[in-house]
């Protein structure tokens, strides 16, 4: 069976590629600036996200007025495709413009998307997302950061923690407990902090890997006052918004996830002659067997990820979405690991940039941040189990 998408969709292909060709950063300009965190916005970034939403390319299924062009679901899935195989970033905020900004345009106020959504679509202000602490990170709902109104201010005080790109990022939206007394999925808030408010602290954190560019930060918030017009949506709603908040793009979060672990074994195999080439012949059959059942599960992660892609966009459930996270991060460990195992002491050369080699014990220990964040696999696997597969909770 050969797999093609429509005329329809490879005009749409053709006519972005046309005006990729036009306006995308050169290679040389990423080179020269690559981002050094989840919210830092270089120059190149600046510009690029103003042409990508002047030209409705930034979010293709929105409407206009919102850096879109009211495209389809698979003109998308090309679109996100196309921008991949050119090797090209859409943005260097992705919590900011996957998450954040459409978050505030589903429930936020107009001033609202004025003043932060639509400045983070066109680059011009960046957002991280302040929903961790030191005791709540699966158990979300335990969070303690409190949010007490004061006439027309709002207090706040608390830590956050593994806050992505918390010292480069403008403002934060930041999950608050608004009411102590009630059950604790319904005494949540969601506010705006600005990052240089009297009273944030953002305090980066040393990680194992490129130590020097740090992405994750404690942020600690003592007496920080904002005006009571930064509550997003209702108050005490924020439980509910966590969930659509998150929900954002999770119909095409699976493409990003197979597109890395395709790109992650292509560098495998360009390797592999180098990698062998000390291996006796036992563990030649050995490795290759091992390359072949990667391959297989590569290949049958885009199978499964278009299958449940294919019932979405006719408007059915899709359990294999449920699927995908732990399936593809679960993959990709694997591949690092096996990578940096061939490659034996030659993976302990750190590297000078935040991009990872495979073969590296760094990119074995970058995999780690798909099998935590956004809800572990563990996590994962206790929704399939409830969701997917109706078994009972233990
Ligand atoms: C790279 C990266 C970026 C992140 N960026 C952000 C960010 O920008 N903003 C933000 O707010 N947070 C961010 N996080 C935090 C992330 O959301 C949390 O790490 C995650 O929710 C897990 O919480 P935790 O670290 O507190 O671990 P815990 O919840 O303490 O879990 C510890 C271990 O116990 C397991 N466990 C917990 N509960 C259960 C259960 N019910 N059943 C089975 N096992 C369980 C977990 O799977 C894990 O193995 C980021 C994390 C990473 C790794």
């Known amino acids: 069976m050969k797999l093609r998408f429509d005329a329809s969709v490879e005009a749409f292909r053709a006519e972005f590629l046309e005006w990729l060709e036009q306006n995308r950063p050169s290679a040389d300009e990423l080179a020269a600036e690559p981002a050094r965190s989840s919210a830092h916005l270089p120059s190149w970034a600046r510009g ?40 090209i ?9 996957g998450i954040i900004a459409p978050s505030l345009i589903d429930y936020g106020t107009q001033e609202q998307i004025d003043r932060y959504a639509i400045p983070v679509l066109r680059g011009e202000l960046s957002a991280c997302l302040g929903m961790s602490e030191p005791d709540a990170g699966s158990d979300l709902a335990s969070l303690k950061t409190r949010a007490v109104f004061d006439g027309d201010s709002i207090v706040l005080n608390g830590q956050k923690v593994w806050t992505s790109g ?14 102590p007394d009630v059950p604790k999925h319904r005494g949540i808030s969601i506010v705006l902090v600005p990052m240089d408010t009297p009273g944030l602290t953002v305090r980066p954190l040393k990680e ?15 007496d920080v006052m904002v005006p009571a017009e ?26 990003m996830a197979v597109l890395g672990n395709e790109s992650a074994f292509a560098n495998l195999l360009e390797m592999l002659p180098q990698l062998l080439q000390d291996c006796t012949l036992s563990e030649q059959t050995s490795a290759i067997d091992d ?3 990667l391959h297989v599960d590569t290949v049958a992660a885009r199978c499964l990820g278009y299958r449940g892609f294919a019932r979405y966009t006719k408007g059915g459930t899709a359990p294999e979405q449920a699927l995908m996270k732990v399936y593809t991060s679960e993959i990709r460990q694997r591949l690092a690991l096996f990578a940096a195992e061939l490659a034996g002491p030659a993976s302990l050369k750190p590297s000078a940039k935040r991009h990872t080699d495979v073969g590296t014990l760094e990119d074995f220990y970058s995999t780690f941040a798909s099998t935590i964040s956004a809800g572990s696999s563990e996590i994962q696997r206790n929704i399939i189990a409830e969701k997917v597969l109706s078994l009972p909770r233990s």
Do not use: K, S
């Open 291 to 293: 390359l072949v059942g």
């Open 89 to 97: 970033p859409r943005t260097t905020n992705p919590q900011g413009v």
């Open 208 to 222: 194992i890997i490129h130590p020097h560019l740090p992405d994750l930060n404690e942020v600690f918030l003592d």
């Open 230 to 255: 930064n509550l997003v949506g209702e108050l005490n709603n924020g439980w509910r918004m966590a969930n659509g908040a998150l929900a954002h793009e999770r119909n095409l979060v699976w493409l």
């Open 166 to 179: 918390a010292h480069d990022a403008d403002f934060c939206f930041m999950f608050c407990r608004t009411d």
């Open 48 to 87: 690029w996200a103003q042409r990508l939403f002047d030209a409705g390319w930034l979010i293709p299924g929105w409407p206009p007025e919102l850096g879109g062009r009211n495209a389809g679901a698979v003109e998308t899935l090309v679109y996100l495709e196309e921008l991949n195989r050119h090797n």
